[in-house]
Structure formats: structure tokens, C-alpha cells
């Protein structure tokens, strides 16, 4: 308890670096607020995580942090935010971001350099700093993040964890005494989430000041001082940490949030082994020119109304067995067989169905509605089909909308509901969830459930626990030699355990 | 503390590849005949192999082998209109590689930061300067875009195929760009986000942690460029002189 006032105590001493009060951001090409009168304080060296559904306004709130509004986006900003005594509306984009440092969701736009060290310098060199000194304090961000292994290699070759730490990295050159981070983790999986903690715990140590906008918030659970849930463009409550993780797995739920703690979630048992498979793949490899193989004698089978989830660390090669399975590659050895018979390449594609990661790539019709009938051969039963898919995807209201002007959960719905479309057979899913609130990870796993159970057999990549947890029958994991294990869910514990 | 951090500029300096670009582009224009480009090409070859880019010299070499082949080829079996289409096109191939490949070394040697230092040195303005260098980060982005456009295609039954791109130009193409288009109008504001957040603006000048200077080795380079592309351009125009050597 005295402890406790002490840490109080101390904070009120701190003085005030993030002020919003009564802040409203429209986006010019929205017709709604984005912030309807939002205000905040921060304290030097706080830790501060902001959360809420998709759409609730975080994004903006980071943004205002870091001033890409009102400097980059078009937006009409009312009521005042200060950043480190500047005042965002009239301070410059360069005064402020040398004091703000900003990670973004996307590892892959972020960079404007194409290898790391290069990548370190740039901030600094923008900003006119001497050779030396730069060198000196290139060296100690080397030194205090661990980064020499990563020093001389390119970009491109970065694991999503790796460049997270490098994004970080570029910025902590330059000292800023604030970090904000749009979603850092929605493209990690656990060990690059991992690496992610690590580099904000030593942000933490050294009493930087952190601001988060985030879905998931488990990983987090031993570094956050507060967190501030927004809805609506307001902040609506705020919370300690440990208040936060002790509300219960309802309130998560009515409002919309991802919670996982691992207890009270159940893994879907459903046994359907008793038919004959859909696909089979026997003993499977295959492997890119030079290198490893990335699949070694892989064997699975999957059935009709099944939902296989394969897990897996980032760049194991996980997309590359889907790839092999749905014919887009065609395996080394072994043999795949759809129905009991040996399937070439283009029989699999032409049961397939794939749903990227990135569904920008697999939207190219002016319209909704275009888009769902791409592809078909338009009758009266496809046009009550799409209905009824718009219908239950939750798109009706959509129809004439452009699909690049919906949201990242709504295009992630329409791209499953042109796989519903299609009379695959199979249907492959690449990361369906990556940066998805709780509200929009449980409508997509409803609406897998319900096209694997017309009939379809589903395959589905994620590095999402509590999405996995709850969708699918059976899951395997991918490991670094190239095989397959079969994993089964420990109901305690978020971790996944190995089957013998 | 880590003191090996090797903090040397690139060589040669930017501004070399730059000036070889350049008088590439030139001497493919001025010099059109077939012996020529070839002496081209497997100069720029010789200039990848001394900047250990093995592998894309394998490439390259290969390359230009088919297209002899099937230029010998077409001339063998000689059916008017095709070797005539596709005998202009392999020329034209021919034409374009060794400014291709120019620009590939450059790419590949350059880093960005180093690139806008060495321009902001020659005194371009920078309001060119920084689309300049989105452009130069973005092309090697394109690639990996393309690909997963051409895979989403083949899922939806469409076909990317060069067959497919012949009997449907219109679909394919509006199939292809607008995928590509709203990608990269993504990529391309979080990408000046980034960059605003890191500090780049027109009005500041920068300074370089690899100390980028055009040193006098760096001459040297440009130098025997501009004798070897005069000696062929007097070549070109005085082919007697060519004769008296051999």
C-alpha cells in the first residue's frame, strides 16, 4: 500500500509531456469525427496503452501524438494537444519528431532505407547531426538493443520481429524522450512479439515515455501503467493494469476487445475422422532452388467440414505448404490426393480457394458488388447466392461501396465471402485475423465455421492463440526442419503443448 | 561496446553509376549496330563480375545467349511476319539491356541515403531530389507485388499467363493495375508518413554518417568511362580506324 502511494507520489512529481484537451479530428473524406472531444494526459516516463475496437479512434490518437495530423493527413483538428511543451498545431513536423519516435503497424513500409545500418542513420542524418556524434550514438543503440547480428543485412531479409526492433531502433538513435507505436505486434507471432517486449521493456527502463495503440494486450501485462479504452472517439474509462486484466471475459466481450488468458476458452472438439478425407498429402517435400527444403516429408489428411490450423514461427514456410497443398507450387516428392486420387497441380487449384494475408491483392472490381460476382457465370441463383453472403458477411449496406474504402475487418470478410462464392472445395486462409479487434476476430471465425460446415475443408494459417483456440478442430505445427506436429490445446495455459 | 561497426561509404561513389547510366543510355542511342551493344553488354558484364554480382551476371549472360539463339533461329527458319515481329523485338532487347543492366548496378550499389547525399553534393534541388529517392526505394517492392497479384489472379480463375494477357489485354491489365495501384498508393503515404517522422523535409540540409566524397579514385572510374564510350563513339563514326587496329 505505501509502496503503492510512494509510486503515486513520485508520478505526480513528474511533469505533464502529453496533453490532449477536448480534441476533435474529423478526416476530410469522412463524414463522422474520428475524435469527438478526446482529452488525456501523460506523464513523463509513463507507459500508456490505448485500446479499444477497430475504428474507436486510437489510430488517430498516435497520430496526433507524432503530428502526421495535422501535417500529412488531411484532417480538421479542434482543441489543443501538446507534445513535450509543443503545441502540434503550430510546432513544425521536425521539431516535434525529434521527440516523438514512431513505430508503425506494417514492418514493410516503414523503412526508407534497404538495409539496417544505413536504416540507423537516416533519422540522424535528416536532422543535421554531426558524423561523429551520430557514429557514437549509432554504436550505443547497437550496444543497448542488441542489434549486432542484424547490423550489415538487408532489409528484406528481416523476420516481422526483427524489423519491429529495427523500426525502433532507427528512432532510438535520435534519443526522442517519447515512443508511440500504431499496433506493433499485429504482424508478429510469439517469438517476434517476444523480441518486441523486450526492446519496450529496456524503452521502459530507461523511463522513456511509452504510448501503445493495440488489440492485444496479454503481452503487455508487465510493463503497462495504464490503460485507456476508447470508444467512439472518447476515452471512455481508464484502468490500472491489473484492474484491466481482472475484469471479466464478458466485459471483454461486450465491448468488443480480444481478450486471452487461456482459461476460460475451450478448443472446438470435433471429430470427423470417420469419413473418408478430402485431401491427403503423402510424405510431401519441397524446397525453394538453393537451400534446406522447406516441407520434409510432410503427411496429413483433412476432411469435409474440417478447419486444420497451422502455426508456426514467421518464415518457417507456412504459406509455402499452403502453396504446395491448394497447387499454386507443385511439391518435389510425394503425392497429394484429392478424394482417394492422385490431384496434379491445376485439379488442386481449381478446388482451391486462397485468401491472402494482404487482400488488397485480391480486390479488383469497382464495387462490392462487382467484386462478389467476379468470376461467375451470373444467374438468378448466384445473384440470391451473393445476397445471402453479403447478407451474413454483415456487407449489405456496402454493395456499391469501393472495396479499397472499407475497413481492414470488412475487406477481410468479403474476400472469405468470395471464397464462400466460389464452389471450392478446400479453402486456404493466410492470417485472417492479423490486426483485427475481438469483435472482428469472432465474426470471422463464425464465418469460417459456417463455410466449413457447408460442406468446405478448410486450412487456415495464424499466430493468433485466441483465434485458433476457438476455430479450429485440429492443429499442426510447422517446424523449422521442414515437419509436421500435431499439437493439442492445454487448457490452462496460453501455449500449445506437443501431442507424442 | 561493439567498436567494429564498419562505417566506410560505399565505392565507388554513386555518382559513378550515375555518370555510367548515363553515358550507357547515350552510346546505346549513338552506337545501334550489333557488335556494338555487344561490346556493351559485355563490358557492363566485366563491371558485375568485378562488384562480386555473380549471380546476376549468370543471369544476364544466359539471358542474351537465348536471345542469340532464337535470333539465329528466326533468320533460319525465316516465316516473314513472325521473324519480323519478334526479330524487332529481340533487337530491342537487345538495345535496352545494357541500360537495364546499368541501372541494376546502381540499384544494387547504391544505398539510398548515400544516393540523396551524393545528389544534394551535384546541388539538385531537393523538392526533386525526395520523390526521386521514393521512386528509387519503391522499384524493388514491385516485384514482390507483382507476384502476389499474379497468384491472387490464378485463385480466382483468371489468367496472368502471357497466353492470358494476348487473348484478354483489357481484363488483364485492369485486373493487374488496380490491385497495383491502390497497393501502391498504400505503400506510398506510409512510406512519407515514415519518412516525415524520421525527420526528412525539403528544407534541411542533411549530413551523411558514411562520409559520401567523390574522391579522386572515383574520377578515375569516370574517366575511363568517358575514354572507352569516346573510343567507340569514334569507332562508331570513323570505322576505318577500326580496321587499321585489327
Not at chain 1, 130 to 155: P, Y
Not at chain 1, 215 to 232: G, M, P, Q, S, T
Request: proline fraction near 3%.
Amino acid at each position: 500500500m505505501t509502496e503503492n502511494l510512494l509510486q503515486q507520489h513520485s508520478t505526480m512529481q513528474k511533469k505533464t509531456i502529453i496533453e490532449f484537451h477536448d480534441v476533435h479530428v474529423t478526416y476530410r473524406n469522412r463524414n463522422r469525427e474520428s475524435l469527438t472531444g478526446f482529452s488525456l494526459n501523460v506523464k513523463q516516463g509513463e507507459f500508456v496503452v490505448l485500446t479499444g475496437k477497430s475504428g474507436c479512434g486510437k489510430t488517430t490518437v498516435t497520430r496526433c501524438i507524432n503530428s502526421l495530423i495535422p501535417n500529412f493527413f488531411d484532417a480538421e483538428l479542434q482543441g489543443e494537444v501538446f507534445v513535450g511543451g509543443l503545441d502540434i498545431k503550430t510546432a513544425s513536423m521536425r521539431d516535434i519528431s525529434r521527440r516523438v519516435g514512431s513505430v508503425f503497424q506494417d514492418p514493410r513500409s516503414q523503412f526508407f532505407t534497404l538495409h539496417v545500418r544505413s536504416e540507423l542513420a537516416f533519422p540522424s542524418e535528416n536532422y543535421g547531426i554531426e558524423r561523429h556524434i551520430m557514429q557514437k550514438q549509432i554504436k550505443k543503440t547497437v550496444h543497448d538493443l542488441h542489434l549486432n547480428t542484424l547490423l550489415t543485412r538487408s532489409i528484406f531479409t528481416l523476420s516481422s520481429g526483427e524489423k519491429q526492433k529495427v523500426a525502433v531502433a532507427s528512432v532510438y538513435a535520435l534519443e526522442p524522450d517519447i515512443y508511440v507505436f500504431d499496433e506493433p505486434s499485429a504482424n508478429l507471432d510469439e517469438t517476434g512479439t517476444d523480441q518486441l517486449l523486450a526492446v519496450l521493456s529496456i524503452l521502459k527502463a530507461k523511463g522513456h515515455t511509452v504510448i501503445i495503440a493495440e488489440h492485444k494486450l496479454a503481452y503487455l501485462k508487465d510493463l503497462l501503467d495504464r490503460v485507456v479504452f476508447i470508444e467512439d472517439g472518447q476515452g471512455k474509462e481508464e484502468f490500472s493494469g491489473r484492474d484491466f486484466f481482472a475484469k471479466p471475459d464478458q466485459w471483454f466481450r461486450d465491448k468488443g476487445l480480444r481478450h486471452f488468458d487461456g482459461t476460460a476458452l475451450r478448443p472446438a472438439a470435433n471429430t470427423l475422422e470417420t469419413q473418408a478425407p478430402l485431401l491427403q498429402a503423402v510424405a510431401i517435400s519441397f524446397g525453394y532452388k538453393r537451400g534446406k527444403p522447406i516441407l520434409n516429408g510432410i503427411s496429413l489428411s483433412a476432411y469435409r467440414g474440417e478447419i486444420t490450423g497451422i502455426m508456426g514461427k514467421n518464415g518457417v514456410g507456412k504459406s509455402t505448404l499452403l502453396r504446395v497443398l491448394m497447387g499454386l507450387e507443385k511439391q518435389h516428392r510425394g503425392e497429394i490426393l484429392l478424394e482417394g486420387k492422385p490431384a496434379s497441380t491445376k485439379a488442386r487449384m481449381q478446388n482451391s480457394f486462397y485468401v491472402m494475408q494482404d487482400v488488397d491483392y485480391q480486390l479488383f472490381a469497382p464495387s462490392v458488388w462487382e467484386e462478389i460476382l467476379l468470376g461467375c457465370k451470373e444467374s438468378s441463383s448466384i445473384v440470391a447466392k451473393a445476397e445471402e453472403y453479403l447478407r451474413f458477411f454483415h456487407l449489405e449496406s456496402y454493395k456499391e461501396a469501393h472495396p479499397a474504402a472499407l475497413s481492414g475487418g470488412q475487406k477481410q470478410r468479403l474476400a472469405i465471402a468470395l471464397a464462400g462464392m466460389r464452389n471450392a472445395k478446400i479453402l486456404f486462409l493466410d492470417e485472417p485475423t492479423s490486426g483485427l479487434d475481438g469483435e472482428n476476430m469472432a465474426k470471422v471465425s463464425e464465418l469460417i465455421r459456417k463455410l466449413a460446415q457447408e460442406g468446405r475443408c478448410i486450412f487456415v494459417i495464424s499466430h493468433d492463440y485466441e483465434f485458433a483456440i476457438n476455430t479450429f478442430d485440429k492443429i499442426f505445427s510447422l517446424e523449422e526442419d521442414g515437419r509436421l506436429t500435431r499439437l493439442s490445446f492445454d487448457n490452462n495455459r496460453a501455449e500449445c503443448s506437443t501431442q507424442k | 561496446m561493439n567498436d567494429t561497426i564498419d562505417f566506410k561509404a560505399s565505392k565507388p561513389d554513386p555518382r559513378v553509376w550515375m555518370f555510367l547510366v548515363v553515358i550507357i543510355s547515350f552510346l546505346t542511342v549513338l552506337c545501334g549496330s550489333r557488335l556494338e551493344l555487344f561490346i556493351l553488354f559485355a563490358a557492363l558484364a566485366v563491371i558485375m563480375t568485378w562488384q562480386k554480382m555473380l549471380a546476376t551476371v549468370i543471369y544476364f549472360v544466359a539471358f542474351y545467349t537465348a536471345l542469340l539463339v532464337l535470333n539465329e533461329f528466326l533468320w533460319l527458319i525465316s516465316i516473314p511476319p513472325v521473324s519480323m515481329v519478334v526479330g524487332m523485338l529481340v533487337l530491342l532487347l537487345f538495345r535496352l539491356m545494357p541500360v537495364y543492366m546499368a541501372y541494376i548496378i546502381l540499384l544494387e550499389k547504391t544505398s539510398i541515403n548515400e544516393l540523396i547525399i551524393a545528389l544534394e553534393q551535384m546541388h539538385i534541388p531537393k523538392m526533386l531530389i525526395i520523390p526521386l529517392a521514393v521512386v528509387y526505394r519503391y522499384i524493388p517492392t514491385v516485384k514482390y507485388e507483382i507476384l502476389y497479384i499474379k497468384d491472387s489472379l490464378k485463385m480466382r480463375g483468371l489468367n496472368p499467363s502471357l497466353t492470358g494477357m494476348f487473348l484478354q489485354p483489357v481484363t488483364t491489365v485492369e485486373k493487374f493495375m488496380i490491385p497495383l495501384l491502390i497497393r501502391s498508393g498504400k505503400l506510398a503515404d506510409e512510406l512519407s508518413a515514415a519518412a516525415l517522422c524520421k525527420g526528412l523535409d525539403a528544407e534541411h540540409p542533411r549530413t551523411s554518417c558514411t562520409g559520401v566524397r567523390f574522391e579522386q579514385k572515383d574520377a578515375v572510374c569516370c574517366v575511363i568511362c568517358a575514354v572507352a564510350a569516346g573510343t567507340l563513339i569514334f569507332l562508331h563514326y570513323y570505322p576505318g580506324f577500326g580496321h587499321l587496329v585489327l
